[in-house]
């Protein structure tokens, strides 16, 4: 009977142990894709000092027709619809990768 208690509590330790970890890289993982995002629309934001409307695909001198950089298909993405300040972007960013919006 003592046996079976213990054995009982050593796997409900090890059962709380294994949510933990789990939830530790869930909170980490997005973190680290919120971090990305910022980083993205700010390099973004620097990069597109142009008015919202001129923009284009790099299909310029000495590139293959339809060839892109990731930044610019990124660019085009927040660009789409509507320009939009820096936080909107960042939204729409995140809930594109993610799904999840921080509004």
């Given at each position: 009977?003592v ?7 050593v ?7 294994v ?10 993982v997005v ?13 973004v934001?620097?990069e ?11 299909q310029?001198?000495?590139?293959e ?27 729409k ?5 993610t ?5």
């Open positions: 009977m046996v079976l208690v213990f054995v009982l509590v796997l409900v330790v090890v059962v709380v142990v949510v933990a970890v789990v939830l530790v890289v869930v909170v980490v973190v680290v894709v919120e971090v990305v995002v910022v980083v993205i629309v700010v390099v934001e620097k597109e000092k142009a008015d919202c409307v001129n923009v284009d695909n790099d310029g001198e000495g590139k027709k339809g060839s892109t950089s990731l930044l610019k298909v990124i660019s085009n993405f927040i660009h789409m619809k509507e320009c939009s300040d820096g936080w909107d972007k960042y939204n960013l995140l809930q594109a990768l799904g999840y919006s921080r509004l």
